[in-house]
T-cell receptor, first 109, second 114 residues
Framework: GQSLEQPSEVTAVEGAIVQINCTYQ??????LSWYQQHDGGAPTFLSY????GLEETGRFSSFLSRSDSYGYLLLQELQMKDSASYFC??????????FGQGTTLQVKP | DTGVSQNPRHKITKRGQNVTFRCDPI?????LYWYRQTLGQGPEFLTY????????KSRLLSDRFSAERPKGSFSTLEIQRTEQGDSAMYLC????????????FGQGTRLTVV
């Protein structure tokens, strides 16, 4: 089977840096993706890692360590609009995309 | 391209009734997923298709749920004999060929069973 763990809530102040961790267990592994979902909205894709290391996309970066079954999403220069839920998702050997329970990020002024 | 389209956006039904939702993926996207999401939870995998083939269905899903994707284009999700526990947001997502990590989601269909 597949399972993912991430913190349920994170709080940070505007302008700060926050890291959202994700650990996973899966049968086979193709990569780890990250999605953002605002209240009332649909999940939107942020980034993915298929290989170990850091991927940077603007203020957002994502990291993967396949040997540790661990990844994180790093958000820099936090803005109020970054308040949302963030989900990690894995694709295992069955080819389906499985999501974690999500981390609610609250950005305070 | 208008993105993934789901209809209806909202559905209120009485317990025991059947409901059907439709999803129109982005053109040329060969993968199509159905998820269910309740408040404060992540999207829960229901089933997915590659073209017209249904590759996997969640073991958590009862036989009351069925999905089709005739001709590999739009998809329908039917729930028979609805129960109050079926109340949730039903999300559809699609991915283009070769892009298995990036799924494009529709706005969802919110089902309320009364």
């Amino acid at each position: 089977g597949q399972s993912l763990e991430q913190p349920s809530e994170v709080t940070a102040v505007e302008g700060a840096i926050v890291q959202i961790n994700c650990t996973y267990q899966t049968s086979g592994f193709y990569g780890l993706s990250w999605y953002q979902q605002h209240d009332g909205g649909a999940p939107t894709f942020l980034s993915y890692n298929a290989l170990d290391g850091l991927e940077e996309t603007g203020r957002f970066s994502s990291f993967l360590s396949r040997s540790d079954s661990y990844g994180y999403l790093l958000l820099q220069e936090l803005q109020m609009k970054d308040s949302a839920s963030y989900f990690c998702a894995v694709i295992g050997n069955t080819g389906k995309l499985i999501f974690g329970q999500g981390t609610t990020l609250q950005v305070k002024p | 391209d208008t993105g993934v389209s789901q209809n209806p956006r909202h559905k209120i039904t009485k317990r025991g009734q059947n409901v059907t939702f439709r999803c129109d993926p982005i053109s040329e996207h060969n993968r199509l997923y159905w998820y269910r999401q309740t408040l404060g939870q992540g999207p829960e995998f229901l089933t997915y298709f590659q073209n017209e083939a249904q590759l996997e269905k969640s073991r958590l899903l009862s036989d009351r749920f069925s999905a089709e994707r005739p001709k590999g284009s739009f998809s329908t999700l039917e729930i028979q004999r609805t129960e109050q526990g079926d109340s949730a947001m039903y999300l559809c997502a699609s991915s283009p060929p070769g892009e298995i990590f990036e799924a494009f989601f529709g706005q969802g269909t919110r089902l309320t069973v009364v």
